[in-house]
C-alpha cells in the first residue's frame, strides 16, 4: 500500500510474457515457465490465485484476465488450461492464437495430445517450449521448426 | 476449440500399455518417474500432495549422490526434480547433478540437463558459472544438436562476466551454413545484448547481416535485436525502414514458405513484429512515414479474413498507424477498423477494441465520440474486465468538464472491485486527476456528498462509512504525493458539515472511529499528509466519541510525535491538535513533557506551538476563549501589509537598524560588493558581474510577460470551459481529423434534458456507415435516454469542432462564439449570431454549412474582407511574426476564398485532407531568424514536430553570453490559426522568453519565431527542453502539440579567461570533483598540447597555462558556473582532474571530453 507503488506502473511497460502455465480443472500445475524471476515459494500462490481467477470465468466471458499489475490470458482444451502471464504492453490476442498454436505443436508431435502426455513427457514439452519463447519473446513460430531439434534428439536416441 | 482429444484418468492403463506416442516409449509403469505421476494424479489433498513430494525428495536425494547412477538414470532423477519444484517444493541439492547431466550426459540426457538448469537457476545464481565450460565444449562440438543445445542456454541464461570468454564462438555461428544455428546464435546475441549491451556493440554490423539472411527465420531471429534498439534509439536505425517495410511487404504478399503459416495466414507474428518496429521508427517523423504508408494499406487491406490472429494482426497496425506521421486516408481506413472490433459480438474483440480506442483517443480524443454508445454499454458490461478497460479509456479522454462524471464512475467500479491491484490502480488514478483538475477536487467531494448523502437516509450509516473510507484510501495511497487541495477541502466539508445537525455528528463520530485503530495499529506507515488529517480531526472531534478518554487520544497523538519520519509541520498539527484536547488533570503528565521537549526545538513553528500548549493547558479559560469547541468556520481578515508592525519598525529605525531593501535590491548589491572582494568561495566571479545584472534588470519585464501569458491560457480554459477540448495531458499528435465527416448523428443526446449548466450538448455529424443501431430521431425509451444523458456528460468537451447548439439552450456555446468574434472586428459578430441561429432552426449538416457560407457571401463578403485585410496587416506589424504571403492572402480575402470563410464562419464544414501538410518546411528557414542573430553561427534547423496545420522547427544560436534557442512555427494550413500561444520549459534549464513570445494570429502559410535565452540550471549530459504550442483554429478547436528539443551540454560552455593565480584559489574552494584517464594524441611531438588544443577547438575551453607535463584549463557554463580542469600526462593517459562547484558539471564535462577526443 506504499505510495511508490503508483509510480512502479510505466517500469512494467516492457512487453514481454511473463510465464506460461497449465492447470487442470482441479487446479493442479502440470506445467511451469516462468521468464521473470519468482521464488519458489512465492510461486504456489500465484498458481492457486491464477487458477482462481481463471476458473471463476464463464465461457461467454472475456479470454483476459486483469491480475495484479499484468494480464492473465488463458485458453480452454478440455480439462487443461493454458495460462499466459503478460504485461499490459503485448497484444492479448496475439497471445490467444500463441497458446493455440502451442498446443497444435504439440498435437503434431505427440499425435493427439493429452494431459497424461504433458505429464509423461515434461522434459519434452519444455524443450518444445523452449523453443518457441525465450526471455519472454516469441521466438518460433512455424511448427516444423520448432519441432525439429527434439526430432533430431530423439532420431538419435533411437539410433 | 481445437480438435484436441482429451485422454482422461480413466485411459491410464491402456495409455502405459500402449507405446505409441514418441515421448511415452520410453516409460514403463513401474518406472519411478511413473509412480511419482501417478501419485500426484491421484492426489486429493494439499497434506498428501506434501507428504508424496517430501518422501519423493528424500528418495531421489539418496539416488543423485550415488556414485553407481547413470546417466540415464540421472536424466529420471533430474525430471522428478522439477515435478517437486513444479509443486513448490525446493529440491536445491539436485542444481549441482543438473549442471553434471549436462556436462556428462549424452543428447538427450545432455538436453535435460540443460533444461533442469534453466528452470532451477536464476541468472545471478553463482553455481552458472560451473556451465560455462560446459558450454564452451558444446559450442565447439562437432555434434550440431549439441552446438545448438548450447546455443539455446546461452539464450536463456548465461553469466554476463562470462560473456568474453564464449562471443567469438558465438559470432563465428553466425557464419555457419545450417540456418537453426545461425538463427540461434543470433538469439544468444540478443540475450548478450539484453545484459550487456557493450560487450555487443562492435558487432551490429553482424547484426545487419542477420538482418539480410537468405533465411527467413535467422532474419526473424534479428528482429528481436532490433526491435530493443530502435526502442532505445530510434534515430540510428531509420536507414533500415525501407528493409523493414520490403520485408513486410513480401511476407504480407505471401512470399514466405508455406510452413510459416498459421491458418494460412503467413507468419502472423512477424508481421505483428514488424509493425511494432515500424511504428517506433515513423513516430514523430513524417519522411519515414511515408515510406510505410503503402504497406500498411496493404496489410489492413491482406487482413480481412474472420480469424482471430488476422485481427491481433489488425490491432497491431491500427495502433501502428496511429502512432506515425498521419495520413488521412489510412486514418479513416484504421478508424473504421476499430469500430468492427468494439462493435463485434465476439467478447475477446471487443476488448481488444477498447484497448485499441484507449490507445488511440490519446491521440485524437474525438474518435470517442463515434463510438460513444458503445463505450457506455460496455460500462454497464457484466464482465469486469471490459468494464475496467472502459474506465482506463474514459480516463484518456477526461477532460476539465467530465472528470466529475468519470470519476464517479471510477468510485463505482472501486465499490465492486475486489482486487487490490485494481483498488491501489484505480485511486491513484482518482487522485491523479484530482491532481491534474484541482478546481474540481472540492467538486468532487460535493458530488459524493451529494450522491451518497441526501439521497439515501435509510441506508445512510454504509454509505457514511464508504465515504470516510474512500477518503482513507485516497489519503494513504495518494499519500504525499497527493495535491494539499483534497485533504483541505476534506477538512472543511467536514467541519461545515451538511444539511442535518445529526447527520454531521454521525459522520464526524464515524471519521473518529475510523482513525483510532489507525494510530493504535502503525501509523508509520501513513503518509505525512494523512496524519495531519488524523490529527486535526482528533483535536476536533474526537469529544463525539463519549466512551473515548481524551488522555488516550492525547498518549495517541504523542507518540506521532515521538515517530522518526513524521515531518515537523505533522508534530505541528499534532501540537495543535494536543492543544485543543488536554483538559489539565490527568493528561497533565502527557503535555507537560511534550511542551518541555519542543520548547527548545530548533524549529521555530515548533517551538510556538510548544509554547502555546504549555500556556493553554494551565489555563482552561483562556483556551476555551481562543479554541472554542465546536466552532464554525468563520472568515479572518489578514492585514496583508502588515501594519500592526509599523510601530516596531519606527521603533528598530529609531533605534539605528538600517531600512528595508527589497530583496533584488540585496541581490544586486551583494554582486557588487562581492565583485570587488576577491572572494575565493562562492560562484560570483568576474564575469558574472554583467551577466547577473543583466538578468536583474530584466526581470520585471520578464514577470509581467509571464503574467501576461498566465492570463491569457486562463482566458483560453475559461473559453474552453464551454465546449472546446482542454488538451491538458492528451497528447495530440495531429489536429485535423481527416475522417471526422463520418461521425454519427446523436442529435438526440441533446434533446435530453441535461442536468448540469456545464454540460454542452452533443455533437452533430454527417452519419456513419457503421453506427445504423444508433436510434435517431425517435423518442427514445427511459434507459436509452439515461445512458444518452450519460453520454453527453461524458463526452462533453470533446466534439468542439463542430459543437453547435441544436437547442439553442446551451448558453456558454454562443458567448465563445460571439466573444470570439468580438476579437476579430465589429462586422463579425453579426456573422456569428447569424449563423447561431440559422443553425437553430434546421439540423445542421453539409448542406446547412453551405447554405451558410452562401449567406456568408452575399451579405457580408464585403466587410469581412476588409476586416481580414486589417486584421493580417495588424499581424505583419506583429513582432516576432513573419508574414510571408501576406500579399498572396489579401487578394484571397477580397475573393473570399474557402479559408476565409472558415476563418469566420462558425458552422465550419471540415477542412478536407490536406495533401501537402508539410509546404512550408522546404522553404529556407534561415531567413526567418531574427536580424539580431542572423550573423551568428547557428545550429542546423531540425523539424521538432508537425500535424496538419503547424510545422515547429527550431536551432539554437551561440552567443557570447547566452545560447538563444529559436523556434519557427510555420502555418501550413490554408487557415489562419488563431491564440496561439508558445510555453517552453526545462528540467535542467533555465528558460526565458526573448522579445515577444509569439503570440496571436498566424496566417495560412507564414512562420512566426519564438526566441528564449536558455541558460543551465542543473548539469546533465544533454538537456532538452519540452514544449506546447495551444492554438485555435478558426472553427473555434484548441489544439495543441508538443515537442521537445535536445540541446547538447557543450553548447553551453564558454571559455572561461581566469590568471593561474585566481585558478588556484577557485581550485581550492570547489567542492565537486571528479577524475578520469583520457586518451592522448599522439600524433605529433607535443600530446599534451595536441590534445588541450583538441579539446578547446571542439568545446571552447579556455587553455589558462601549460607547464611541462601539465596543463590548467578553464571553462564556465552559461550562465556563470565555472569548472576547472587540470591535466597531466601520466603513463600514455591524460590524467584529468576536473573541479566545479556545481554538482554533476565535472561528471557531464568529462563525458563531453571524452565523446571529443572519440570522435577525433
Given amino acids: 500500500m506504499e505510495p511508490s507503488r503508483l509510480k512502479e506502473r510505466p517500469a512494467a511497460d516492457r512487453r514481454m510474457i511473463k510465464f506460461v502455465l497449465m492447470v487442470n480443472r482441479q487446479g493442479q500445475t502440470r506445467l511451469s515457465r516462468y521468464y521473470h524471476s519468482v521464488e519458489l515459494s512465492r510461486r504456489a500462490a500465484l498458481e492457486a490465485d491464477v487458477v482462481r481467477y481463471c476458473l471463476s470465468r464463464k465461457k461467454d466471458q472475456c479470454s483476459f484476465v486483469e491480475y495484479k499489475d499484468f494480464k492473465l490470458v488463458y485458453r480452454q482444451y478440455a480439462a487443461l488450461y493454458i495460462v499466459v502471464g503478460i504485461t499490459d504492453s503485448e497484444n492479448e490476442l496475439s497471445i490467444y492464437e500463441l497458446v493455440h498454436n502451442f498446443v497444435e505443436v504439440l498435437d503434431k508431435y505427440f499425435s493427439r495430445v493429452s494431459e497424461l502426455d504433458i505429464m509423461f513427457n515434461l522434459d519434452r514439452v519444455h524443450i518444445i517450449l523452449d523453443e518457441m519463447i525465450q526471455n519472454g519473446h516469441i521466438v518460433e513460430t512455424n511448427k516444423s521448426r520448432i519441432l525439429a531439434p527434439l526430432t533430431a534428439i530423439d532420431k538419435m536416441v533411437e539410433s | 476449440m481445437s480438435d484436441v482429444v482429451e485422454k482422461t484418468l480413466t485411459a491410464l492403463p491402456s495409455l502405459l500399455s500402449l507405446d505409441s506416442h514418441p515421448g511415452s516409449a520410453k516409460l514403463s509403469s513401474t518406472s519411478k518417474l511413473g509412480n511419482l505421476i501417478r501419485g500426484i494424479t491421484e492426489l486429493t489433498s494439499k497434506h498428501e500432495e506434501e507428504k508424496l513430494i517430501q518422501h519423493e525428495l528424500l528418495a531421489i536425494k539418496e539416488q543423485v549422490s550415488s556414485p553407481n547412477t547413470t546417466m540415464r538414470q540421472m536424466k529420471e532423477l533430474m525430471v522428478r526434480s522439477i515435478y517437486c519444484e513444479m509443486l513448490g517444493y525446493e529440491a536445491s541439492f539436485s542444481y549441482i547433478h543438473a549442471i553434471k547431466l549436462a556436462q556428462q550426459g549424452t543428447v538427450l540426457e545432455k538436453r535435460v540437463g540443460y533444461l533442469a538448469v534453466s528452470l532451477f537457476l536464476n541468472e545471478s545464481h553463482e553455481l552458472l558459472l560451473l556451465l560455462v565450460n560446459t558450454v564452451l565444449k558444446d559450442l565447439q562440438s562437432t555434434n550440431l544438436i549439441e552446438v545448438c543445445m548450447a546455443l539455446t542456454v546461452v539464450s536463456q541464461m548465461f553469466p554476463k562476466d562470462m560473456i568474453p570468454a564464449i562471443l567469438p564462438l558465438v559470432e563465428e555461428k553466425l557464419n555457419h551454413p545450417k540456418e537453426i544455428i545461425r538463427r540461434k546464435a543470433v538469439m544468444a546475441l540478443y540475450k548478450f545484448y539484453l545484459i550487456a549491451p557493450n560487450q555487443v556493440q562492435h558487432i551490429h554490423n553482424k547484426f545487419r547481416k542477420a538482418l539480410c539472411d537468405k533465411d527467413p527465420g535467422v532474419m526473424t531471429a534479428s528482429l528481436h535485436i532490433y526491435l530493443q534498439m530502435i526502442q532505445e534509439n530510434p534515430e540510428a536505425y531509420k536507414d533500415l525502414t525501407p528493409s523493414f517495410v520490403t520485408i513486410l511487404k513480401q511476407v504480407v504478399g505471401g512470399k514466405l514458405p508455406m510452413d510459416f503459416n498459421y491458418h494460412t495466414v503467413p507468419a502472423p507474428w512477424l508481421q505483428i513484429q514488424l509493425l511494432r518496429i515500424l511504428a517506433l521508427l515513423g513516430k514523430n517523423d513524417q519522411s519515414t512515414s511515408e515510406v510505410m504508408y503503402e504497406v500498411l494499406d496493404e496489410s489492413l487491406r491482406r487482413a480481412e479474413m474472420n480469424h482471430n490472429i488476422t485481427y491481433a494482426i489488425l490491432y497491431e497496425c491500427v495502433k501502428c498507424i496511429y502512432t506515425i506521421h498521419p495520413k488521412s486516408d489510412l486514418l479513416e481506413k484504421a478508424a473504421k477498423c476499430i469500430g468492427n472490433f468494439v462493435l463485434s459480438p465476439k467478447i475477446n474483440l471487443k476488448y481488444l477494441g477498447l484497448k485499441a480506442l484507449t490507445y488511440v483517443v490519446q491521440q485524437d480524443p474525438k474518435l470517442a465520440l463515434q463510438h460513444q454508445m458503445t463505450i457506455i454499454e460496455c460500462l454497464d458490461h457484466p464482465d469486469l474486465i471490459i468494464k475496467r478497460e472502459t474506465l482506463e479509456l474514459l480516463f484518456r479522454i477526461t477532460n476539465a468538464q467530465n472528470v466529475t462524471v468519470i470519476v464517479e464512475k471510477m468510485l463505482e467500479f472501486l465499490c465492486i472491485s475486489e482486487d487490490d491491484h485494481t483498488t491501489i490502480d484505480l485511486v491513484g488514478k482518482v487522485a491523479e486527476l484530482a491532481e491534474k483538475y484541482p478546481l474540481n477536487v472540492s467538486f468532487i467531494l460535493c458530488l459524493l456528498n451529494l450522491l451518497y448523502f441526501p439521497i439515501n437516509h435509510c441506508t445512510y450509516a454504509p454509505d457514511n462509512e464508504w465515504f470516510i473510507e474512500t477518503m482513507n484510501t485516497v489519503f494513504s495511497l495518494g499519500g504525499d504525493m497527493m495535491q494539499p487541495d483534497i485533504p483541505n477541502s476534506f477538512l472543511k466539508l467536514l467541519s461545515e458539515g451538511f444539511d442535518s445537525v445529526e447527520e454531521d455528528r454521525k459522520l464526524k463520530l464515524f471519521a473518529v472511529n475510523s482513525y483510532i485503530p489507525l494510530l493504535r495499529g502503525e501509523p508509520g506507515k501513513l503518509p505525512q499528509r494523512f496524519l495531519q488529517v488524523i490529527s486535526w480531526v482528533l483535536g476536533e472531534y474526537s469529544h463525539l466519541r463519549e466512551d473515548l478518554e481524551p488522555a488516550e487520544v492525547l498518549s495517541l497523538l504523542a507518540k506521532l510525535l515521538d515517530m522518526k519520519n513524521s515531518s515537523s509541520e505533522t508534530k505541528s498539527w499534532v501540537l495543535m491538535a494536543m492543544t485543543k484536547l488536554c483538559k489539565g488533570g490527568a493528561d497533565a503528565s502527557v503535555t507537560q513533557e511534550v511542551s518541555e521537549t519542543y520548547s527548545s526545538s530548533l524549529d521555530t513553528v515548533l517551538r510556538q506551538r510548544a509554547h502555546e500548549l504549555q500556556y493553554l493547558s494551565q489555563d482552561p479559560e483562556l483556551r476555551a476563549r481562543v479554541l472554542p469547541r465546536g466552532a464554525t468556520p468563520e472568515t479572518l481578515e489578514v492585514d496583508s501589509s502588515l501594519s500592526f508592525l509599523d510601530r516596531f519598525v519606527s521603533e528598530a529605525l529609531a533605534a539605528g537598524a538600517a531600512p528595508y531593501k527589497p530583496p533584488h535590491q540585496r541581490q544586486e548589491e551583494l554582486d557588487q560588493s562581492k565583485a570587488l572582494s576577491l572572494e575565493p568561495y562562492g560562484l560570483s566571479l568576474p564575469i558574472s558581474m554583467s551577466s547577473c545584472s543583466i538578468t536583474d534588470r530584466q526581470s520585471p519585464t520578464l514577470l509581467s510577460m509571464s503574467s501576461g501569458l498566465s492570463g491569457d491560457s486562463a482566458d483560453l480554459s475559461h473559453k474552453g470551459g464551454s465546449s472546446a477540448l482542454k488538451l491538458d495531458g492528451v497528447k495530440r499528435v495531429w489536429g485535423r481529423e481527416g475522417y471526422l465527416a463520418q461521425r454519427e448523428p446523436v442529435e438526440e443526446a441533446a434533446q435530453v434534458e441535461v442536468p448540469s449548466p456545464i454540460q454542452s450538448p452533443g455533437r452533430q455529424g454527417e452519419g456513419d456507415s457503421l453506427h445504423s443501431q444508433t436510434p435517431t430521431q425517435t423518442p427514445t425509451p427511459e434507459p436509452e435516454q439515461e445512458k444518452q444523458q450519460l453520454a453527453s456528460s461524458l ?236 492554438y485555435q483554429l478558426p472553427a473555434g478547436t484548441s489544439q495543441s502539440l508538443q515537442f521537445s528539443y535536445k540541446v547538447p551540454l557543450t553548447s553551453f560552455i564558454r571559455p572561461f579567461v581566469v590568471s593561474t593565480e585566481e585558478y588556484g584559489t577557485m581550485w581550492l574552494s570547489f567542492s565537486h570533483d571528479t577524475k578520469q584517464n583520457l586518451t592522448l594524441i599522439n600524433d605529433n611531438q607535443e600530446p599534451l598540447t595536441a590534445t588541450l588544443n583538441a579539446l578547446k577547438k571542439k568545446l571552447q575551453l579556455h587553455v589558462v597555462e601549460v607547464i611541462g607535463m601539465e596543463g590548467i584549463v578553464a571553462c564556465r557554463l552559461l550562465q556563470d558556473l565555472p569548472c576547472l580542469m587540470h591535466c597531466r600526462v601520466n603513463a600514455g593517459w591524460l590524467a584529468v582532474w576536473l573541479r566545479s562547484p556545481v554538482p554533476d558539471l565535472p561528471d557531464c564535462l568529462i563525458y563531453h571530453c571524452q565523446r571529443a577526443l572519440q570522435s577525433l
Fill in chain 2, 795 to 1030: 463526452f462533453v468537451g470533446l466534439a468542439s469542432q463542430s459543437s453547435v447548439s441544436l437547442m439553442g439552450k446551451s448558453e456558454p456555446t454562443p458567448q465563445r462564439f460571439r466573444r470570439k468574434a468580438k476579437g476579430q472586428g465589429p462586422g463579425s459578430s453579426f456573422n456569428a449570431s447569424e449563423q447561431i441561429s440559422s443553425s437553430l432552426i434546421s439540423p445542421p449538416s453539409a448542406v446547412d454549412n453551405l447554405l451558410c457560407n452562401n449567406l456568408l457571401d452575399s451579405n457580408n463578403a464585403s466587410e469581412l474582407a476588409e476586416q481580414t485585410s486589417q486584421l493580417s496587416q495588424s499581424l505583419t506589424t506583429a513582432n516576432g511574426t513573419c508574414h510571408t504571403e501576406a500579399e498572396l492572402t489579401e487578394p484571397d480575402t477580397k475573393g473570399c476564398n474557402p479559408a476565409l470563410r472558415r476563418d469566420n464562419c462558425v458552422v465550419a464544414a471540415d477542412p478536407g485532407p490536406h495533401d501537402d501538410p508539410g509546404r512550408l518546411t522546404e522553404v529556407c528557414l534561415d531567413s526567418y531568424l531574427p536580424a539580431e542573430l542572423s550573423g551568428l553561427s547557428h545550429s542546423e534547423i531540425a523539424p521538432l514536430c508537425a500535424n496538419q496545420s503547424l510545422n515547429l522547427s527550431a536551432c539554437y544560436v551561440q552567443k557570447e553570453d547566452s545560447l538563444i534557442l529559436v523556434v519557427f512555427i510555420i502555418n501550413s494550413s490554408e487557415s489562419a490559426i488563431q491564440q496561439m500561444l508558445l510555453q517552453v520549459d526545462s528540467e535542467e534549464l533555465e528558460v526565458s522568453c526573448l522579445s515577444d513570445s509569439p503570440a496571436g494570429e498566424v496566417t495560412s502559410h507564414s512562420v512566426a519565431v519564438g526566441q528564449y535565452s536558455l541558460t543551465v540550471k542543473r548539469p546533465a549530459v544533454h538537456v532538452e527542453v519540452v514544449g506546447t504550442v495551444s
